[in-house]
């Protein structure tokens, strides 16, 4: 297969940092569109990514999985896209498409495993995807996403992850006007899903460990602030929420956010991979029917209901926009939640070098 080299940003190992390099991008198939990359967000993905935290990472390593660019050309089987047109990408680029889950639009369960915008298997080329922190990218048509043209593309860019991944447990539990929702945590996944419930028309809350984030939380549209670390606050919302959005990253403790359960309220983790500890007591969750489950991102179909939904309700991410070339300081102020709430990347300062 042809291919044509490009200018990307990645890195030859987990203890290297980022830097310039070219990268092959396949020519289009004829099912295939390519992108001109306008914007891409950055993900707490992709530094552990980068730097192998997770393990099994393949290198040279480009990451960036929310893509936001303008159709360069088409293949001949492409009729949804045309040039010129402003699309996105998010986390996946393919699945098998003949699983059970890939038949019902939920790719991200694909039990064949998804193949992922980078670091997944490029079965083109044989060899592994490279990500959005580059010039152009080329992906098949089924998993490229229409962006309405009246929101700004650079705060779209972090709906790609950030959105969908609080967006989907929102439309599993069919959060709607009679909702009460509350939010774990308010970084790049919590500040949307605090937007995305609003504009469902729940009501929600913000579970804060200090007062610090109440008048921003309010700003995006919370309907009040409850101070986890005060038993009288929280004492007021026992037996409150039908759903609770856990975007916290890390290990911590769940079992106080329980009780604020309705019966059959449910607590999801959507920020967080691993063991909790402490261990889960599970004595209010029987006496209520109270659950803790699970979310991952949604699939093609969910994602783009959601960016029509954000087109209707002006919605986008709050944003700080970078060149390329910060990506690295950009990746330590992230370490230490030093954004407000998302890092884009304005692609044109990688084209210009």
């Known amino acids: 297969m042809k291919v044509t080299n490009v200018k990307a940003y990645g890195t030859e190992a987990p203890e290297k940092d980022l830097e310039q390099m070219q990268i092959d991008r396949r020519e289009p198939t004829p099912d295939d569109v390519e992108i ?8 707490h993905s992709d530094l552990h990514t980068a730097r192998n935290d997770w393990g099994g990472t393949r290198y040279p390593s480009v990451p960036g ?8 050309r088409t293949g001949d089987k492409v009729s949804r896209f045309k040039e010129g047109e402003l699309v996105a990408v998010g986390c996946l680029v393919d699945s098998c498409g003949t699983c059970p889950n890939c038949k019902k639009d939920l790719e991200q369960y694909c039990e064949n495993g998804f193949v992922g915008t980078y670091n997944g298997k490029d079965k083109h ?21 229409k962006v309405p043209e009246n929101l700004d593309p650079a705060g779209v860019a972090p709906v790609l992850c950030a959105g969908i991944t609080t967006w989907s447990p929102l439309r599993h539990w069919n959060v709607g006007p009679d909702s009460k929702v509350a939010v774990v945590g308010l970084g790049g ?5 605090i937007k995305l419930a609003k ?11 200090s007062p610090g ?11 009040q602030v409850i101070i986890s670390t005060d038993p009288e606050e929280m004492k007021k919302v026992n ?26 309220g449910t607590i999801v983790l959507v920020g967080y991979l691993g063991p909790l500890d402490p261990l889960l007591n599970t004595a209010p969750m029987v006496m209520g029917r109270k659950s803790v489950a699970g979310s991952l991102i949604g699939g093609i179909a969910e994602t783009q209901e959601l960016l029509d939904f954000c087109g209707e309700h002006n919605i986008t991410s709050e944003i700080e926009l970078i060149d390329i070339q910060n990506i690295n300081t950009a990746y330590e102020r992230m370490l230490k939640s030093d954004v407000r709430y998302r890092f884009v990347i304005d692609m044109a300062s990688l084209k210009k070098a």
């Not at 001109?36 to 993900?43: E, K, N, P, S, T």
């Open 213 to 223: 984030k109440t008048q921003d939380a309010l700003d995006l549209g919370a309907d």
């Open 36 to 43: 001109d990359i306008l914007y891409c967000g950055v993900c």
């Open 199 to 209: 504009a469902l028309g729940a009501h929600v809350t913000l579970f804060s460990r």
């Open 189 to 193: 996944l919590g500040h949307m899903a």
């Open 65 to 72: 999985h929310e893509i936001v660019g303008r159709v360069l």
């Open 239 to 264: 037996a409150y929420f039908d759903l609770i959005v856990d975007t916290v990253p890390y290990v911590h403790d769940i079992n106080h956010y329980i009780p604020t359960l309705n019966v059959s």
């Open 125 to 145: 080329l044989n060899t592994h995807t490279f990500g959005g922190y580059s010039e152009r990218v080329i992906v098949d048509q089924h998993f490229v996403l």
